[in-house]
């Protein structure tokens, strides 16, 4: 069955109340070995990134991890 364009706007709908959007710009090829890093681990992209970030505040800012509930996530 095809995808309706009323159930296509109640997806991006839904996307642009329930998520956030960042965006990241590094230099060239960066991308590429970090979804290759994140394909090696079984991890899809965006995982990956959000993962890394969460750890090195887990790790390096403890203090700060716990005052923004990163702990409850």
């Known amino acids: 069955m095809p995808y309706s364009e009323a159930a296509k706007r109640a997806t ?4 642009k109340n329930n998520y956030d959007t960042i965006t990241i710009r ?3 090829g960066t991308k590429e070995r970090w979804k290759k890093a994140a394909d090696a681990i079984g991890e899809p992209l965006h ?3 959000s993962k890394s970030v969460t750890e090195r505040l887990k790790n390096d800012y403890p203090d700060v991890y716990k005052e923004l ?4 996530e």
């Open 12 to 15: 991006i709908k839904y996307i």
């Open 26 to 28: 590094k230099s060239k």
């Open 47 to 49: 995982e990956f990134i």
């Open 69 to 72: 509930h990163f702990d409850v």
